[in-house]
DNA sequence: CTGTTAGCGCATTCAG
DNA sequence: CTGAATGCGCTAACAG
């Protein structure tokens, strides 16, 4: 019934009004667009005329529905945080120079911080709107997908993807024992979120490096935050305001030791005259932090670029089920010291 | 074990998987998943629990291509470079408590920058994959979409989309005239994306405050950056290698002033002794960089929150097509000083 | 209450 | 060389 008459209804010009533009059918706009051969120069070239006359672009959508390739490659996100940031400009660094667009999925911001939002995204952006995935911090060991994929920062388990981390054991005794070293014996820890495994990971060699030292860690010691400063506030509160406080801590990753900063100040303590810290990630605001965050240093932008490295090769067919771990390095800045 | 039985072709899970298994047609699950009511409780609860057994989730690109309604909101950017990480998690934020979910295209990585890659992502994106989008730091005027638009740092025009910007004049001004107060009177200017309105503004907020000083403008004291790395170094490499150096440089954003810290060292010169230089923007890695640089401050994070403001009260079928202007402030650090 | 039908915009057969 | 028909996953009418 709807017998059409130009763009009309959206405004946005289909291949249809490009076909009615230019006098032929849509199968053969749709020839020219894609390069297939077959089709008269003459046509071709006007078809190509109406096209950019009309700045006809073809849809994402209904192209991804039908095609099974779409030159974007995706990347999965919690939500956008500093730490995924970071990545994100290595990727796009890395992406600049080939084929390849890129778009970017915050799959947990309107649910919340649900474990498994990365299988939920890659379901929606399904079929094939995006023709490879990059995962970032996953809470799931081995997500469902039948495109190519790689996790940063991942749930390590068997059979998952291709994987890219950094060194979070060494980074996180490094961390510990550069504490010790300064002369602490009550070292706390500010661990990460729950879900993840990295942050898992980072609580161990903690919790090494004391043992190695023979320093006790009392129950109150050791208190979750987050990679957000919400999440991270009741873990630092608490970890200060506790009966016996410890003289330095490590937190599991920037943001929550720049949020523990911020409550020391609250009370009245001194960094790190009072109480030292150390962060891992170094994201950017570590170094501007007051005082100057020491910080366990990923290579993020690498790791970024090293994950599009990865999926690139997936695309072309090589077999790359690589799990690269990049090196984690201590940066001593102006947040510790040793006790007083 | 994951998920078995079913979906055999592309591994995804389909609405037609789902009414198969259930012993329904597809018709009946979309209305058991779209909450429409006219369903037995019985057949509802049977579909829920093979939804919940097979893990399957709308595609988001069929649905858009029939709904036009997505909970989605688009961010178009042209690439992720600092300024747009910095409104991303703005936005990020101001989202997270709202239904919408996000998705960032980048929409020149692959194509260059492309004059007009806003309309092209516009396009591609299409129909409705996104029900509204942010773009940042657009080149045109005003591009055309049936969504509801809002630019940040946009090409300023008429009957264009809501905008929020931050005061660049004043900011380009007072950064002149720190830089001029200090005692200098050989100031340069690095330039911004010539497609970029704010660069043209910079520009001219620098040379008004030049004029009113009554200091002359030689012609090798402007040259043009970009807003990577890359583009700016040859700028940078100009405003030093001229026959008459500045001693003070106005840079157009902080990528170019601290890529022009770098050229200047490499040249042996030293910052703010040889040369006082001042970004704009205020990215993270301003405070971080050696040594520490003299910017104009936007606030980043707020204008994200602003769009987002902005964006949800169109959707709600207010008529907001405001433009708003945020100050932006003079962050006097360690790359400015005196003339020798 | 539930199934059938008809597209959304596009690319791909397969006949002209 | 070109055009009409078909289907991708999904939802809105409309039948049954």
Not at 81 to 95: C, H, M, N, T
Not at 133 to 152: E, F, K, N, R
Not at 235 to 257: C, M, Y
Not at 275 to 284: A, E, K, N, R, T
Request: aromatic share 4%.
């Amino acid at each position: 019934m709807s017998i059409t008459a130009g763009p009309a209804k959206t405004g946005r010009t289909t291949i249809t009004d490009v076909a009615r533009a230019a006098g032929v059918s849509v199968a053969t706009v749709s020839k020219v667009i894609n390069g297939r051969d077959g089709i008269a120069v003459a046509t071709s070239a006007r078809v190509m005329q109406v096209v950019d006359k009309l700045g006809y672009e073809r849809s994402l959508v209904a192209t991804s529905l039908r095609q099974s390739k779409t030159n974007v490659i995706g990347v999965l996100v919690a939500e956008f945080e500093p730490f995924a940031l970071q990545l994100l400009q290595g990727i796009s660094d890395a992406l600049s120079d080939t084929q390849y667009d890129v778009l970017v999925y915050a799959g947990a911001v309107s649910v919340g911080n649900h474990r498994g939002w990365e299988n939920r995204s890659l379901s929606r952006l399904g079929g094939t709107l995006i023709d490879a995935a990059i995962l970032v911090t996953p809470t799931l060991a081995s997500p469902d997908a039948s495109i190519p994929l790689v996790a940063i920062d991942p749930h390590t388990g068997s059979g998952g993807p291709a994987t890219i981390d950094g060194d979070n054991l060494s980074g996180a005794r490094a961390a510990t024992e550069h504490l010790i070293s300064l002369g602490h014996t009550r070292v706390g820890h500010l661990r990460g979120r729950d879900d993840l495994e990295s942050a898992h990971v980072r609580e161990r060699g903690y919790r090494e490096a004391m043992h190695d030292a023979g320093l006790p860690i009392p129950p109150t010691f050791v208190t979750t935050g987050g990679y957000r400063a919400d999440d991270a506030n009741s873990g630092a509160v608490a970890l200060l305001d506790a009966e016996v406080r410890p003289t330095a801590v490590f937190a599991a990753n920037d943001v929550s030791a720049i949020e523990l900063i911020r409550v020391a100040h609250e009370r009245g303590l001194r960094v790190p005259e009072d109480l030292s810290i150390v962060g891992f990630d170094d994201i950017p605001d570590a170094a501007s932090a007051s005082p100057a965050l020491t910080t366990v240093r990923q290579p993020l932008r690498e790791m970024g670029a090293a994950a599009v490295e990865a999926i690139i090769e997936m695309l072309q067919g090589k077999d790359t089920s690589a799990h690269m771990r990049l090196p984690t390095r201590l940066v001593v800045r102006a947040s510790t010291a040793p006790p007083a």
